[in-house]
């Protein structure tokens, strides 16, 4: 999940991870270098301000990532569309509601999908090595899932009553390819931890603990504490501290690490930009808010706790 690539602001090349030994490139990796470069020329890089429309699909608007909320309305539209075929197929007496049901749910699952398959192209622009390779499969599957409903869909359109054998058999096999892909999303999710809180296990103690000398604390430069086990990136603006998690929502990036424009840090890795005063994700592809922690001054040590 690591990157290096030029700052927008300062024009500096910032190193975020070691260099990787050079491999031959497998041909997922091509397609997904191709496929990455091209979703980034249309929504937009982390790092090029205004980053609106990318962050918009990210879902930090919201708190939480945007496409695990849209992909259960395909999955739930589809699968109810293959339940309205069998019924329309062994039960002649529901043929006219069954079959238009049918037909209403493939439309409501392709306006569904189109809406996942965006907003999961976004995340996918960020990721790297196995779940990305993962992630591409789990788009293929859904592309092909897509295709076949909405092939499904013209069949019943140009139909009287909204009925096609052809169409039912384009459903059953489009609901298995969208439920493998489903299953490989949540791969992603359980085993390589992709859109989870990487601040979630994080533990806070309810006591102030001292974390650096007054003296110690440059003005204006983001400095790693540890409270309580727990990294912290701090910084000082004149009489005012602020101090939030140094381990970034999004996947674990260092913030100490990050760019400091004002009140905000660019955590290093995928550029998202957080309020060092709050915590807040401004820009994603981070949605989660870093934990805050209160900071008090006692016999000239920086004591801080979890807010
Ligand atoms: S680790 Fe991805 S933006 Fe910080």
Same mark, same amino acid.
């Given at each position: 999940?690591?990157?290096?690539?030029?700052?927008?602001?300062?024009?500096?090349?910032?190193?975020?991870?070691?260099? @990787? @030994?050079?491999?031959?490139?497998?041909?997922?990796?091509?397609?997904?270098?191709?496929?990455?470069?091209?979703?980034?020329?249309?929504?937009?890089?982390?790092?090029?301000?205004?980053?609106? =429309?990318?962050?918009?699909?990210?879902?930090?608007?919201?708190?939480?990532?945007?496409?695990?909320?849209?992909?259960?309305?395909?999955?739930?539209?589809?699968?109810?569309?293959?339940?309205?075929?069998?019924?329309?197929?062994?039960?002649?007496?529901?043929?006219?509601?069954?079959?238009?049901?049918?037909?209403?749910?493939?439309?409501?699952?392709?306006?569904?999908?189109?809406?996942?398959?965006?907003?999961?192209?976004?995340?996918?622009?960020?990721?790297?090595?196995?779940?990305?390779?993962?992630?591409?499969?789990?788009?293929?599957?859904?592309?092909?899932?897509?295709?076949?409903?909405?092939?499904?869909?013209?069949?019943?359109?140009?139909?009287?009553?909204?009925?096609?054998?052809?169409?039912?058999?384009?459903?059953?096999?489009?609901?298995?390819?969208?439920?493998?892909?489903?299953?490989?999303?949540?791969?992603?999710?359980?085993? $390589?931890?992709?859109?989870?809180?990487?601040?979630?296990?994080?533990?806070?103690?309810?006591? =102030?603990?001292?974390?650096?000398?007054?003296?110690?604390?440059?003005?204006?430069?983001?400095?790693?504490?540890?409270?309580?086990?727990?990294?912290?990136?701090?910084? $000082?603006?004149?009489? $005012?501290?602020?101090?939030?998690?140094?381990?970034?929502?999004?996947?674990?990036?260092?913030?100490?690490?990050?760019?400091?424009?004002?009140?905000?840090?660019?955590?290093?890795?995928?550029?998202?930009? =957080?309020?060092?005063?709050?915590?807040?994700?401004?820009?994603?592809?981070?949605?989660?808010?870093?934990?805050?922690?209160?900071?008090?001054?006692?016999?000239?040590?920086?004591?801080?706790?979890?807010?």
């Amino acid at each position: 999940m690591r990157e290096t690539s030029d700052d927008a602001t300062t024009g500096n090349v910032v190193e975020t991870a070691p260099t @990787p @030994p050079a491999t031959p490139s497998s041909l997922t990796d091509r397609i997904s270098d191709g496929l990455q470069n091209a979703v980034k020329a249309v929504i937009g890089s982390n790092r090029k301000p205004p980053r609106r =429309f990318k962050t918009l699909l990210h879902g930090t608007w919201l708190g939480h990532p945007l496409h695990p909320a849209i992909t259960d309305v395909p999955i739930g539209a589809w699968l109810l569309a293959v339940i309205f075929d069998i019924v329309w197929l062994v039960s002649p007496a529901a043929s006219v509601w069954a079959a238009r049901g049918a037909e209403v749910a493939v439309i409501v699952g392709i306006l569904g999908a189109i809406g996942a398959a965006v907003t999961g192209l976004a995340d996918w622009s960020d990721s790297y090595g196995a779940e990305r390779t993962v992630g591409l499969y789990h788009a293929g599957l859904n592309s092909l899932a897509l295709i076949l409903f909405i092939i499904s869909a013209a069949l019943r359109l140009g139909t009287s009553d909204g009925g096609s054998v052809a169409g039912v058999a384009l459903d059953i096999v489009g609901l298995v390819s969208v439920l493998v892909a489903a299953y490989l999303g949540g791969d992603m999710v359980f085993d $390589k931890g992709v859109a989870v809180n990487h601040t979630a296990w994080e533990a806070g103690g309810d006591d =102030f603990e001292a974390a650096l000398p007054v003296a110690d604390l440059p003005e204006h430069a983001l400095r790693r504490v540890m409270v309580a086990g727990v990294p912290v990136v701090l910084l $000082k603006m004149g009489d $005012k501290y602020s101090a939030i998690a140094a381990t970034c929502s999004h996947a674990g990036g260092p913030l100490d690490e990050g760019a400091l424009q004002g009140d905000v840090v660019e955590c290093p890795w995928h550029g998202s930009r =957080f309020r060092m005063r709050d915590g807040k994700p401004l820009t994603g592809p981070a949605t989660f808010a870093q934990p805050r922690y209160d900071v008090r001054v006692r016999n000239g040590m920086i004591e801080l706790r979890r807010a």
